[in-house]
């Protein structure tokens, strides 16, 4: 059982708890900066195939696995401009990332709907075909496949019909097996489950 370690977002005590790292990323943001992961996956020890409710409030344990939650989400991007990053990590322990400048997440009413800028890294552009799609879980189905990607891709996604990303799929240990339902990011690996990815937000500079 994991434990729940996500609460409601609180502006105050969020910044407070922001770290400054140094990433590499558009030149809006580059140099050192305060960041905040909003998403982990590095060993499968929690469940990731959960419903609307679920990843609408946030889940895991923020020093292990975990997602922020889709209100916390847009509760922090509907306040500032923010550049997102994802660091990936194979099974062999090579990285890649990517970065996406305007990252927002809309209310729920809009059911999440994501919209971001520039692509700048060297994991390729997976995000290209999810952005301004809204978000799906096994119970939402929000995405423009004719069934749902969630519950056939055992994950929840800001999904399109279906993906190129889907990080919040199955965890599959030393993937020697191309299985779709993975922790995957198609322009590097194709459908290959990756041993590590998080997602980061950060302050930027520049205009969106």
């Avoid at 299985?179 to 198609?186: C, M």
Wanted: charged share 25%; proline share 2%; glycine share 8%.
């Amino acid at each position: 059982m994991t434990t729940q370690n996500i609460v409601p977002f609180n502006r105050q005590k969020y910044y407070r708890q922001l770290r400054t790292l140094a990433f590499s990323g558009s030149g809006c943001t580059s140099g050192h900066f305060r960041v905040q992961v909003v998403q982990r996956r590095q060993d499968g020890s929690v469940d990731f195939y959960r419903n609307w409710e679920s990843y609408k409030k946030g889940f895991g344990d923020v020093n292990g696995e975990f997602w922020l939650g889709n209100d916390n989400l847009h509760e922090i991007t509907s306040t500032k401009r923010y550049e997102l990053r994802f660091d990936i990590k194979d099974f062999n322990n090579v990285a890649k990332y990517a970065t996406y400048t305007c990252f927002t997440v809309a209310s729920e009413f809009d059911k999440y709907r994501i919209a971001f800028g520039t692509y700048h890294g060297t994991a390729g552009d997976s995000m290209a075909v999810h952005a301004g799609q809204q978000f799906s879980t096994r119970d939402r189905d929000n995405d423009k496949y004719s069934a749902s990607c969630a519950v056939r891709y055992k994950g929840a996604w800001w999904y399109n019909g279906c993906f190129d990303v889907n990080i919040n799929g199955l965890y599959i240990r030393n993937n020697p097996d191309p299985r779709s339902e993975g922790v995957a990011w198609e322009q590097w690996r194709e459908y290959y489950s990756f041993k590590y990815v998080d997602m980061k937000l950060r302050p930027a500079a520049c205009l969106c």
